[in-house]
């Protein structure tokens, strides 16, 4: 009897025949669950492990950054520096040797560096005039400190890169690559969230009050507007008007009796 093979009309053999689209489809879920396992895994590991360096430790690894001067004569970096040792004085800080420099770059800016280190832009101390306004900036940079956010940030991104290095060789891996990435911004501005309500936590316990707190986020959506929620998945920080209107809440729940102004009311003296 002679054999006639049947003709197949399905194989799994991607490479040849009719490409099957729920194999490739199954292979992309299976690809995708396993990129995001992978991820969440890996930042849980740096998570853990920046909660475990003592601040002897971060010191120690990280004595070697110096990104400017404690000016002298300098009456808006001494009303600065003023403002800090306030916030510094409150209890339950993570044992830092913190000091306040000033960075000479343009744009009102300021961030937080592992071992202790807050920078301010002169940019920023001449567009706030209100000291609840700065006291509040520089509490969410102690919020950075206290919740180990750049040691985190430092170790997600050193095990990512040797993961990608280790899977990838000398292969192109750069979709992952800009999947990690665009995670990452999630991730950041999660902290920035965190670092938030520990500013207003910090001011509230220090002055009594959050009125004039929100001074400098709303000179900035007064200047610069609003980006598109879509371009807002790209960027480190939250939207600002998603900011104040978390911001308000927070400041809803410390001052239950005296809601707080969205403008800087003169609290206290200007500067």
Known sequence: MRFVPRKLFFTGDLSRGRPNWRIRLRTLITLGVLVSAIYLLLGWTADRVADSISAETEVRLFRWIDLGNEPRDDPAFDRAQS?????????????????????????????????????????????????????????????????????????????????????AGPGDMSLVQNGVWLASQRYSREQEHDADRFGMERVHQVFGTTQGALEFFEAIHAQFGESSPLGAMFQTHPLTSERLERLRLIAAELNPSAPLVDSAEPYHERF
């Open 83 to 167: 403002i800090f040792q306030r916030m510094l004085a409150a209890p339950d800080l993570r044992p830092l040797p913190y000091h306040l420099v000033l960075f000479d770059m343009e744009g009102p800016n300021a961030f937080a560096l592992p071992g202790g280190l807050v920078a301010v832009t002169p940019d920023l101390l001449a567009e706030l005039d209100h000291e609840i306004g700065l006291a509040f900036v520089l509490a969410h940079e102690l919020g950075h400190h206290q919740h180990r956010h750049a040691l985190k940030r430092l170790g997600r991104t050193l095990l990512y890169r040797l993961a990608i290095a280790a899977v």
